[in-house]
């Protein structure tokens, strides 16, 4: 599975921005797919999952409520869509998809990994 992140940019803080992953290879309703960030000096986080249906979802306690993860399995893409950005948020956000059976939270459970795409929310 090929994996590709984007939809990051700059914006202010309370500003929105929605991260996109879109999948080739196998098919990607066969994958949990979830997000992660790694801010500057800080070890890479994780922060929102979706199960292979789509039916289960989890997110990081500090995003709760402001990102939501979904995903479409016939345009094999996993959207996030995050709300009231704050500076804190800023980070290299990365895309990975997992065989796991539920939802998949520890980058070493990951079995693909996208490139990172930027997101800074500026104060």
């Known amino acids: 599975v090929q994996l590709q992140a984007s939809g990051g940019g700059l914006v202010q803080a309370g500003g929105s921005l929605r991260l996109s992953c879109a999948a080739s290879g196998r098919a990607f309703s066969g994958y949990a797919t979830s997000w992660f960030r790694q801010a500057p000096g800080k070890e890479r986080e994780f922060v929102a999952s979706?199960?292979?249906?789509?039916?289960?979802?989890y997110y990081v306690d500090s995003v709760k409520g402001r990102f939501t993860i979904s995903r479409d399995n016939a345009k094999n893409t996993v959207n996030l869509q995050m709300n009231s950005l704050e500076p804190e948020d800023t980070a290299v956000y990365y895309c990975a998809a997992s065989q796991s059976l539920g939802i998949a939270t520890k980058a070493e459970s990951m079995d693909y990994w996208g490139k990172g795409t930027q997101v800074t929310v500026s104060s």
């Open positions: 979706i199960s292979r249906s789509g039916k289960s979802t």
